[in-house]
Each structure stands twice: as structure tokens, then as C-alpha cells.
């Protein structure tokens, strides 16, 4: 037969293979949910839990036993006549939801004492349970007067306990012999109550267990506490054991609806091997009996119920009586062991105290029948997962086997081909015209863009603009400002008549060039800054109907030129466009004086035509034909609206003049010796007329030329205002800036559709997202085939994988 680490390392290396299979497996399984039935699922992930636990305690070569029984059976007093002390807590001052454990200690300088404690959520949480306990209709009277005395005392010494609750380390003390700490366990325990309601676990590493193999004992809480907390700690405790002590009171031989669900759980936990196959039934408090014949029928009884377990693990013990003969019993253990007779007792009965008994029988099962229950588990777990592995290929391989030689490249191409293309066409239809009615309602201006009122609400914001970058650039002049305008006109002369044109002429000259200097750097930024944000409002509407796509952006707007160099191109635009009219304006307000325009009316004729034209403002005169060219030569508007009555008489006899002279012009052609002087004295006559009508006209309709100061500050004002005016209401329309903008829209809109429509440029983009994925937002199911063919194919490859472990383990 194998010794037990002989059996150890074998099962070991045997489970860990299987492991690895159960990992894969289990990944497999993550992925493949809805092709396999959930029970095998279950069952599978139950069997792996199982497997880790064997694992971990093969690993550590620890052998751990579960204490077990029902509250008041006698399993703390049984710990301490296994340790030859009393010193865990076995009265009714210990606090039953106390977890212990006794760990084997190679040497005596390993031995420690450890206490950890509740946390604050905790003792919160057992008060609660406590109170539903209390509810419950499944304890008895005297249980729950236990439970209602530790909810009572909590609530009374709540604050001593959160002050435990705060060592987040608990308690340690290393010790040589174990009376050292018995002092301070039993004050912990018994005479603080707030410091005994903390305490979660006690773990206790010493000498008196054997030394020569790692045994834990776990003093797990009873069942019947009523409490939920030591039920969880109780079924966790007994799934990890590898044996289990049953402490059953020997007066009853009967087993309570706990301690069937304390051995079902034993059992569903262990399914391979049988309760009985690990289990020391300790019959404790065995004192109880004094007739030998009650207490042979009394053992019966309990053989009966456990007529698979071996009789050298079926054992009578008397704890009490083997701590006083062989230990160092408690004052209190002592006198009542006296008073109970229990030597006397244990003679009557014709049997001794069983505690050696049981070390013993504990060691023959450690050293020989243990190595044969591992086999058994071992075995038992590495054949349900090869039946496990053995249903799930069989199950999975005729879904997935076909994808694993696949070619992933080729199946992608193939799903973004015919399928696609026919999607895209439809799709792109769609997205045109969608395009075109929102351009329609959103951007598009009416016809005659530039006439008055035709902008589109969007555009009207530009027009906005310009009007507000008009009026700061003029009332920000500095070559206007009183002082500067005082300094340039006086500068080098009086204030006499020609020094008064001479500084109208300085004034302008200086005035002019800060105004064409203003007008050709900065009026046009805002110009461009409105259209950008239009421009940038339709690239936005593409990327959305493209769903949010990248590089969108890039290909409409920079796909031939650099974004600054674009934005720069626009500016010049609207540069060209307004200085075309705007310099006329400027020169033909501010340039020259009242007096001096003639040769500029003359020259800018059509441009001041145009001006007229194109004039979209509030004054009416304005509006009148010929009024700005009127008011360019004569000054005033209500001059060019209405002639005086005297230039209207000295127009009449010009008029007579003209006729004689075109009469003496015919006779003279007629007759020219016999009508040569008369004709003569008639043409010098009427020329003369007509000169002093044309004078008399002038001198009546235009403003008197200034001759001060103020006088010159008056026109160049009123010049001023007029610029503005024509500016705003005229230059901007007949410069034609809302056709610019419409031109610049229109080609980003065109650019759009001729990108797919001419180019193709769109369809790859739009695959490109798709086949790598870059945008969920496109409705096309390729990512979802595509994701689908890949998680297929990566199940068949670990398939595969899965089918090589499995043949190579079976």
C-alpha cells in the first residue's frame, strides 16, 4: 500500500493535469453558454470548486478536521482534553459564534496565539440576524434566551466593542508553553464580555497535536445557533475537511433535522466518498450514564445509526474526566468532576475516559486510511471531468470544428463585398438626399442672394458681422479724434482761408490712408469667420449623416490644401470683393474735399452708379437715382433733392441761348456770306449764357467750401456718417458677399457628393471603419458577422486545443 505522500504527490501532479484541462474548459464554456445546457454548466462549475479546494489542501499537505456538533455537545471540552489544558472556552460564557482553531506546531517556537476580531459591519450584521432569529419559529425557549442575552449584551457594551472592532490586526502572542496564554484567553473570554462579543477566531498553533504532520482541527459553531453568520462559517469549514469529528451527546443517540443538515452538507460536498468513510463519531458526556446496561443500549442505539462506521471511530469519551486525571483542569471543571464522580462513574461502567482511544484511532486513520480516501476523491473528480469534457466536445466540435482552418482575412473581404456595395448604394441615395433637404432648409439663401432681405437667416448673422466690425473700425479712427484733427489741420499755418483747405486736404490725406490701411487687414477676419462657421456647420451635418466617421473632416475640407492655407484663401475673397467697391467708397467720401471731386465723379462714374444701384438702406433720399453722386458734388442730401428758384431761372435763359445758338448755327450753313457776322455775335451771346447759367447752378446747390476749423470737422463728420452708411447698406450688397458665401457653400456641398459620387471615396472609408471596426455607429452587420466569424473561430481553435489536452490526460 502507498504511504500517504507517496498518494499525495501522485493525486497532486494527476489533479493539477486535470486542472489545466478544467481551466480551458471553463474559458471554452464562457464563450459558448447558449449552446450547452445550463445543468451541465453546473455541474461543471460545482466539480471545479471541488477540484481547487483538493487542490489547495494537497499543496499545503495539511490534513484539516471539522469539529462539529450541536451547541452544548461537548466539542470545546473535548479540544481541551486532546490538548491536555482547559483552555478554550467550553462554558456558557463563551460566545458561541466564536470560530476555533488548533493548528500543529513543528516546534515549540512556532507556537502562537492569534485572536481576530468582528468589524463593525459585522457585529452589525449578527445583530441583525440575532433579531430574525428571535422571529423565527424553529428554536426552542432556551435557545433563544441564549440569543436574546448576546443581542442585549452587544447593545449594552456596543461602544467597548467597536474599539476591538478597530484592530484591524487583532491579537497575537507567541508562547513556550501553552499555560502562558491561558491567563489571557480566559480573561478575553470569560471576564470581558464586550471583548469575548468581539471575537471572530481563535487560532491556537501548538506543540500538542503531532508535530510531525500539519493537522488543523476546526472547532466550527454550532448548527442549532440559530444564527446565519455561523451556519456559513459551519458549511465552509466542511467543505474544506478532509476528516470530520461528530461530537453527539451519548444520551442521545437520536440525530436532530441540524445534524442531518450538517451531514448532508458533508456529503453533497464529498459525493465520492461516504460520511462514514471520514467521520470519528465521538459519544461525549458519557458521565451522564452510571448503569452499564443503560449505557450498552445507549451505544447500541448510536451504532445503529451509523452501522458503516468502523467501531475504533465510534468512541465513548468523558472529557471532563480525562482532563482532571491527566491534564490541568479549571477550578470550576475540577469540582464539578468531584461532585459528579466521574472516576467512579467510568469504573461502574467498566470503561475508560476515550480520549486516548480517539488520538489513536485519529493517527491510524492519518497514517493509513486516508491515503485510500484521497484515492478515492481523486478518482471521483478526475472522472466526472473527463465526462464533463467528454459531453461538452461532443456538444461543441460539430459547431464549431469547421472554423478552425478558416481563413479570417478572406471571410472579412468576402463579407464586405457584393452584400456590402449594395447596402452602400442605398445607403449613400439616402444620405444625399437627406443632405440636400437640410442644406435647403438650414443654409441655402433665396435667389438674388445680395438683393435686399434675400440672405438666409444663417447668413444674415455675416451681414451682422460686418456691420459691427464697420462701426468699430470708424468710431476707433485715431486720425479722427478732436485732438489729433486739431493737430493735423494746424499744423504749419493759420487759421486763414486757404490754410482751412489746406487742412480739409491734410486731414483727409491722413484719414484716407488709416482707413484703406484698416479696411484691407482686418474687416475681412470677421467676414471669414462668420462663413467658416457656416462651412463648419455643414462639415458637421456629414459626419453625422457618415456616421461620426474619421477622417470626414479631412477628406471634405484639407484633402488638397492645409487648413490655414484654406482659411486664407477665403479671407483674400472677401478682401478682393470689398475693396472693389469699399476703396471707391472711402476714396470718394474721404479722399478729396467737397470742392475737389470733379475729376473723381468723373473717373468712378460707373462704380458710383453701381453704389446708387445696390443702396439698401432706411433714408429715402439715398434710394432717389443719382442722389450720391448729387450729394459726392454738391454736399448736402436736401441740396440734391429739390433745386433753389434761382438757379432754376438762370437754367432758363441758358436753355434760350442754346436755342438761338443752334438757329444761327442752321442759317450759317444755309448762307454763310450774308449771315456771318450776325451768327457770330448770336453764338458768343449765347455761350455766355449758358456759362453763367452752369455757374449760377453750382454756386446755388453746392455747400459753401469750409473756412474754419469747425466748419471742416462738420464735413469731414457728415463725409464720415455717409461712408458708413454706404458702407453697411450698399458696399456689403454690391460687393456681392452673400453671393461669395453661397459660391463657398455651394462648392463644400458639391465637394461632398462629387467625393462618392466622382471619386468613390466614401464607399472605402466607410469599409475601412467597418472591416476593422472603428465605428459602431455604421448600421452595417459586418461587425457583428465579422466579431461573430473571429469569437467562432477562436472556440475552435481552443476547441481544438481542449480535444488535444483531453486526449492526451484519457
Known amino acids: ?252 443517540p437520536s440525530i436532530t433535522g441540524p445534524e442531518k443538515e450538517m451531514l448532508m452538507v458533508t456529503d453533497a460536498e464529498d459525493p465520492a466518498i461516504r460520511v462514514a468513510d471520514k467521520v470519528f463519531v465521538v459519544l461525549t458526556q458519557i458521565d451522564a450514564l452510571d448503569d452499564p446496561i443503560d449505557f450498552k443500549e445507549t451505544y447500541e442505539k448510536h451504532k445503529n445509526y451509523w452501522p458503516a462506521v468502523p467501531e475504533r471511530r465510534l468512541i465513548p469519551v468523558c472529557a471532563r474526566a480525562h482532563l482532571v486525571e491527566f491534564g490541568i483542569p479549571s477550578e470550576d471543571t475540577l469540582r464539578r468532576s468531584k461532585s459528579a464522580d466521574d472516576k467512579g462513574k467510568l469504573k461502574k461502567l467498566g470503561i475508560t475516559d476515550g480520549v486516548p482511544i480517539l488520538k489513536e484511532s485519529v493517527s491510524y486513520y492519518i497514517d493509513n486510511e486516508r491515503a485510500s480516501v484521497l484515492q478515492k476523491r481523486c478518482d471521483a473528480l478526475v472522472n466526472n471531468m473527463r465526462q464533463y469534457a467528454s459531453e461538452i466536445l461532443q456538444k461543441l466540435e460539430p459547431i464549431y470544428s469547421s472554423f478552425a482552418d478558416s481563413d479570417s482575412e478572406s471571410h472579412e473581404d468576402n463579407l464586405l463585398g457584393k452584400e456590402f456595395n449594395q447596402w452602400w448604394g442605398r445607403e449613400w441615395q439616402r444620405i444625399k438626399k437627406d443632405f440636400d433637404v437640410w442644406y435647403a432648409e438650414s443654409i441655402q439663401g433665396r435667389t438674388e442672394a445680395d438683393a435686399l432681405g434675400a440672405e438666409h437667416q444663417e447668413l444674415a448673422a455675416l451681414h451682422d458681422a460686418y456691420d459691427g466690425k464697420i462701426e468699430a473700425l470708424l468710431a476707433n479712427l485715431s486720425t479722427a479724434q478732436a485732438d489729433e484733427l486739431k493737430r493735423i489741420y494746424t499744423a504749419g499755418g493759420t487759421i486763414s482761408m486757404p490754410d482751412a483747405r489746406e487742412g480739409n486736404y491734410k486731414i483727409r490725406e491722413e484719414l484716407f490712408r488709416e482707413i484703406q490701411q484698416k479696411f484691407e487687414t482686418e474687416l475681412t477676419d470677421e467676414l471669414a469667420q462668420a462663413l467658416q462657421a457656416l462651412i463648419d456647420q455643414i462639415v458637421r451635418k456629414t459626419q453625422e449623416l457618415l456616421w461620426e466617421t474619421e477622417d470626414v473632416r479631412k477628406t471634405l475640407l484639407h484633402s488638397q490644401m492645409d487648413e490655414t492655407i484654406e482659411q486664407a484663401r477665403i479671407r483674400h475673397g472677401f478682401q478682393v470683393l470689398f475693396l472693389r467697391f469699399g476703396r471707391v467708397a472711402v476714396e470718394a467720401f474721404i479722399a478729396k474735399p467737397l470742392q475737389a471731386r470733379e475729376r473723381l465723379l468723373h473717373e468712378r462714374a460707373a462704380e458710383i452708379k453701381t453704389l446708387e444701384a445696390f443702396y439698401a438702406g432706411d433714408n429715402d433720399q439715398h434710394k432717389q437715382e443719382g442722389r450720391l453722386t448729387h450729394y459726392l458734388r454738391y454736399g448736402l442730401w436736401e441740396k440734391a433733392v429739390s433745386r433753389i428758384p434761382v438757379a432754376i431761372n438762370k437754367a432758363t435763359r441758358a436753355t434760350k441761348a442754346a436755342n438761338a445758338l443752334e438757329l444761327a448755327e442752321t442759317v450759317a450753313d444755309a448762307a454763310p456770306a450774308v449771315a456771318g457776322r450776325s451768327t457770330r455775335t448770336t453764338k458768343t451771346a449765347a455761350i455766355h449764357e449758358l456759362s453763367e447759367a452752369a455757374t449760377a447752378i453750382e454756386e446755388q446747390e453746392r455747400s459753401p467750401e469750409p473756412i474754419n476749423f469747425e466748419q471742416v470737422v462738420e464735413e469731414i463728420n457728415g463725409d464720415l456718417a455717409a461712408l458708413e452708411d454706404y458702407l453697411k447698406n450698399s458696399v456689403f450688397y454690391a460687393a456681392g458677399f452673400i453671393t461669395y458665401c453661397n459660391q463657398e457653400l455651394e462648392r463644400i456641398r458639391n465637394r461632398f457628393k462629387e467625393i462618392e459620387d466622382n471619386e468613390r471615396q466614401w464607399i472605402g472609408i466607410i469599409r475601412t471603419a467597418v472591416k476593422y471596426e472603428r465605428n459602431p455607429r455604421i448600421p452595417y452587420n459586418i461587425s457583428h458577422s465579422k466579431r461573430d466569424f473571429r469569437l467562432r473561430r477562436e472556440i475552435a481553435l481552443e476547441l481544438k486545443e481542449v480535444r488535444e489536452t483531453y486526449t492526451h490526460l484519457y
Open 1 to 252: 500500500m502507498a504511504t500517504w505522500l507517496e498518494t499525495c504527490q501522485q493525486q497532486l501532479i494527476r489533479l493539477e493535469k486535470t486542472s489545466v484541462l478544467v481551466d480551458k474548459l471553463d474559458t471554452l464554456c464562457s464563450k459558448t453558454l447558449a449552446d450547452l445546457p445550463a445543468e451541465l454548466l453546473q455541474k461543471l462549475n460545482i466539480e471545479h470548486q471541488r477540484l481547487n479546494n483538493q487542490l489547495e489542501r494537497l499543496r499545503a499537505n495539511r490534513f484539516e478536521v471539522a469539529v462539529i456538533g450541536l451547541e452544548k455537545a461537548g466539542k470545546s471540552a473535548l479540544l481541551n482534553a486532546w490538548l491536555g489544558q482547559e483552555i478554550l472556552p467550553s462554558a456558557r460564557e463563551r460566545c458561541t459564534f466564536t470560530s476555533t482553531e488548533i493548528w500543529s506546531a513543528q516546534t515549540e517556537h512556532d507556537q502562537m496565539l492569534l485572536i481576530e476580531y468582528y468589524t463593525k459591519e459585522e457585529i452589525a450584521t449578527l445583530q441583525g440576524q440575532r433579531h430574525e432569529a428571535l422571529a423565527s419559529s424553529l428554536l426552542s425557549d432556551k435557545e433563544k434566551k441564549e440569543i436574546q442575552e448576546d443581542l442585549e449584551d452587544t447593545e449594552k457594551h456596543l461602544e467597548a466593542i467597536k474599539e476591538f472592532t478597530k484592530l484591524k490586526n487583532g491579537f497575537s502572542q507567541s508562547f513556550m508553553d501553552i499555560s502562558e496564554i491561558s491567563e489571557h484567553l480566559q480573561s478575553a473570554i470569560f471576564k470581558n464580555r464586550a471583548q469575548s462579543l468581539a471575537i471572530k477566531r481563535i487560532q491556537l498553533k501548538t506543540v500538542r497535536l503531532r508535530s510531525d504532520r500539519d493537522i488543523i482541527f476546526h472547532d466550527v459553531p454550532g448548527f442549532n445557533s440559530g444564527i446565519l453568520m455561523h451556519a456559513e462559517q459551519a458549511i465552509d469549514r466542511l467543505k474544506k475537511c478532509d476528516a470530520i469529528i461528530y461530537a453527539k451527546e451519548m444520551k442521545q
